[in-house]
């Protein structure tokens, strides 16, 4: 993702969903465009191993729903910033009223951004505090390179986890667990 550059005409959540589709997907950040490359294939397996995870809890409780990458969250109005972590989590009471035809006008309670290699750190870092600013309760770094999963909370404290690590879902998701070295098994080989 590259850093927008300052631009006089911004666009607003409405003009981005109007957008015909594309290869890859966009998000906007203070009214600019930015391109989203589709991801590699582990970076979709890790998210997906994440994400199913999340999801097995969150409906075996009824806590909420997971969400991939596909879907929008509007964070500001005036100038818009729209962004789509790789999985995220929203908590049932929180989506009422919702229209989930469109993007959803919240942030989600747990957004999970796993890194890319164009990815730098200025970018997950100004992303992290975006979720957080607008209200994330948990932001979730997922470094595959490095075998880490950093765990940003809303007080703006952070934990690093490694292998040996057991990252869980805290007051969020209730009863979430799974092991950091698990995130980043590779089965069927």
């Known amino acids: 993702m590259a850093v927008p550059s300052p631009r006089t005409d911004t666009l607003t959540a409405e003009a981005l969903a109007s957008l015909p589709d594309?290869?890859?997907?966009?998000e906007l950040i203070e009214g600019a465009l930015v391109k989203v490359s589709p991801a590699s294939g582990s970076h979709g397996r890790i998210g997906m191993r994440?994400?199913?995870?999340?999801?097995?809890?969150?409906d075996a409780a009824g806590l909420g729903d997971v969400f991939?990458?596909?879907?929008?969250?509007?964070?500001?109005?005036?100038?818009?910033?729209?962004?789509?972590?790789?999985?995220?989590?929203?908590?049932?009471?929180?989506?009422?009223g919702q229209d989930e035809d469109s993007f959803l006008e919240l942030a989600p309670d747990?957004?999970?951004?796993?890194?890319?290699?164009?990815n730098t750190a200025r970018e997950?870092?100004?992303?992290?505090?975006?979720?957080?600013?607008?209200?994330?309760?948990?932001?979730?770094?997922?470094?595959?390179?490095?075998r880490i999963v950093?765990?940003?909370?809303?007080?703006?404290?952070?934990?690093?986890?490694?292998?040996?690590?057991?990252?869980?879902?805290?007051?969020?998701?209730?009863?979430?667990?799974?092991?950091v070295a698990d995130i980043f098994a590779r089965t069927g080989r």
């Open 110 to 118: 747990l957004a999970v951004e796993v890194i890319s290699p164009s």
């Open 124 to 146: 997950i870092s100004d992303k992290v505090m975006m979720y957080l600013d607008a209200g994330s309760a948990l932001v979730w770094v997922v470094e595959p390179v490095r």
């Open 50 to 58: 994440i994400g199913w995870r999340l999801m097995e809890i969150a």
């Open 150 to 179: 950093t765990v940003y909370q809303s007080d703006r404290t952070a934990r690093i986890l490694s292998d040996s690590d057991t990252l869980d879902g805290g007051e969020v998701l209730p009863g979430f667990s799974l092991p």
């Open 68 to 96: 991939n990458a596909d879907t929008g969250f509007i964070l500001y109005r005036d100038p818009d910033t729209v962004l789509s972590p790789d999985v995220s989590f929203v908590r049932s009471e929180r989506l009422l």
């Open 22 to 26: 594309h290869e890859c997907h966009f």
